[in-house]
């Protein structure tokens, strides 16, 4: 790259220290051809690691976000919802009994568990097969995903503490509810139908309370 006097505008040779035509020191950040720079290899090497490596952290920390987001619909509330509302679909009762809470081992009834979400979802099913007709396509959106107060939670625990009094409710240290909103449609005709799924999260993991 052509260097220039600073002071003559003579060219200089490029390892000039002092200018041929009229003697005058070289500053180096002086005497270049306007508009262009002379970059240092090793400094461009430099600059090239770095941007490589800023790319790099960005892609990661995207990758991380994005796989957050996903792992979130799959797991804790989100992913119970999505579960229970796949099983409520197919009307795939065992699943649905698969994610209840733990509390239900506790009922005297063995069958009661299958018997309250048979009833919970049938009856809605019932009412979108009444009103579209039965081979409607269901549809849904979660509205909210919320917890509950202490004093509602408070209340809960202590209804479900005398439903099932060998059941330690300790075990529960949280509950959320889920507004779903469930849309049935054939054809020109549909209905929606906001249930409420209450889940509670038992030591580590969610679990299914009520459908209700």
């Known amino acids: 790259m052509a260097k220039f006097c600073g002071n003559c505008g003579a060219q200089l040779d490029d390892d000039a220290r002092v200018c041929g035509q009229c003697g005058t020191p070289i500053d180096e950040s002086r005497g270049k051809v306007p508009g262009l720079k002379i970059v240092d290899p090793e400094k461009k090497k430099k600059l090239i690691k770095k941007m490589k490596?800023?790319?790099?952290?960005?892609?990661?920390?995207?990758?991380?976000?994005?796989?957050?987001?996903?792992?979130?619909?799959?797991?804790?509330?989100?992913?119970?919802?999505?579960?229970?509302?796949?099983?409520?679909?197919?009307?795939?009762?065992?699943?649905?009994?698969?994610?209840?809470?733990?509390?239900?081992?506790?009922?005297?009834?063995?069958?009661y568990v299958e018997e309250y979400f048979e009833y919970a979802v049938g009856r809605n099913i019932d009412?979108?097969?009444?009103?579209?007709?039965?081979?409607?396509?269901?549809?849904?959106?979660?509205?909210?995903?919320?917890?509950?107060?202490?004093?509602?939670?408070d209340e809960m625990l202590k209804n479900i503490e005398y439903s099932y009094p060998d059941f330690d409710v300790d075990v529960i240290n949280k509950i959320a509810v889920a507004d779903v909103k469930i849309t049935a449609k054939q054809g020109s005709k549909s209905v929606n139908k906001t249930v409420k799924i209450?889940?509670?999260?038992?030591?580590?993991?969610?679990?299914?309370?009520?459908?209700?």
């Open 127 to 153: 009412n979108f097969e009444s009103s579209v007709g039965h081979s409607y396509k269901m549809s849904y959106e979660v509205e909210e995903i919320y917890d509950l107060s202490q004093r509602k939670q």
């Open 198 to 212: 209450t889940m509670s999260k038992e030591g580590k993991t969610w679990k299914l309370l009520y459908i209700e």
């Open 53 to 111: 490596m800023v790319i790099v952290l960005a892609v990661a920390i995207f990758i991380a976000v994005v796989g957050i987001r996903i792992a979130r619909n799959f797991t804790g509330t989100n992913g119970v919802v999505r579960k229970a509302m796949a099983a409520y679909e197919k009307y795939d009762i065992d699943t649905i009994v698969s994610l209840s809470s733990d509390m239900y081992y506790y009922d005297d009834n063995e069958n």
